[in-house]
């Protein structure tokens, strides 16, 4: 069995405000270890399934380098850096059979949610594939199925977790907290956190064949609403880039995996 674990920042129990994941800030260096154990937790939890596993740790969060590798369980191997193909999902391919994502948070606009976004709190606003809204973990759940790979677990916080029912019904979760706002949580303690996780992974690998996962087949309409007017002038340059209103971008994709990789770039140009 070959498994991806997907880990993003904002949603590993501890982290609460935005000096908790960014660099320089005294509580990133602490959460680091967090973010590692979390992710090493999942570890765990696969080999307990496949002793004879190759599982592949990809690092989704901000520039992709975060984790310990010298704490990272160590027989997995670490994707980080960045640019990386795919990004936050580094490592997928045709022998992938399930994905677990790590430390995910609510999408963009999603009420009493920690630090909820989509790919840049920055730029923004939302994301809708044929008229559908999507956060991080649609958009990567999506992916995934497109190569028929089910997403099978997420862990975050109750926010990010409902929305897992909305896009992969089947998919397990792990709340490692409770939101009480957009920088407030009530928290597992981190050792409860990755053991919840190393005990829910082998049951989401085995029920994976029940998850029904969102999948776009064919062309897909992508919609990006950005948070300011300047921030879609630089995507225009892209041909066949189109200005639907002040603020959001349309582009018709051949199909989804193009539309995710335009999302991404969105985001970039967006940024400058």
């Known amino acids: ?95 992938t059979d399930a994905v677990v994502f790590i430390g995910y948070h609510g999408k963009a606009g999603t009420p009493r949610s920690v630090m909820a976004h989509t790919i840049s709190g920055g730029v923004i606003a939302d994301v809708r594939c044929n008229g559908r809204s999507l956060g991080e973990l649609g958009l990567n759940t999506a992916l995934a199925a497109h190569s028929g790979v089910p997403a099978v677990l997420v862990a975050g916080d109750d926010s990010v977790a409902a929305e897992a029912a909305d896009v992969a019904p089947g998919m397990r979760s792990v709340v490692v907290k409770h939101a009480l706002g957009a920088r407030a949580a009530a928290l597992l303690h981190p050792d409860e956190a990755c053991d919840r996780i190393e005990q829910e992974v082998p049951k989401a690998l085995a029920d994976r064949g029940l998850v029904k996962p969102l999948r776009f ?39 989804f995996p193009t539309a995710y990789q335009v999302s991404e770039l969105i985001a970039l140009l967006g940024a400058l």
């Open 1 to 95: 069995m070959q498994v991806l674990i997907s880990v993003d920042m904002e949603g590993i129990a501890g982290v609460v405000d935005g000096d908790d994941i960014r660099p320089g800030h005294a509580e990133y260096e602490r959460n680091r270890a967090l973010i590692t154990a979390e992710a090493s937790a999942a570890v765990r939890g696969v080999y307990a399934y496949d002793a004879d596993a190759r599982v592949m740790v990809t690092e989704a969060h901000a520039v992709f380098r975060n984790l310990l590798p010298e704490r990272l369980d160590r027989r997995a191997e670490l994707l980080r850096g960045t640019p990386k193909p795919w990004g936050m999902m580094s490592g997928l391919d045709q022998d």
């Open 217 to 255: 087949d064919g062309p897909v309409v992508l919609e990006v609403e950005v948070l300011r007017t300047r921030m879609t002038e630089h995507a225009l340059l892209v041909p066949g880039m189109e200005l639907a209103d002040g603020r959001t971008l349309r582009y018709a994709a051949p199909d």
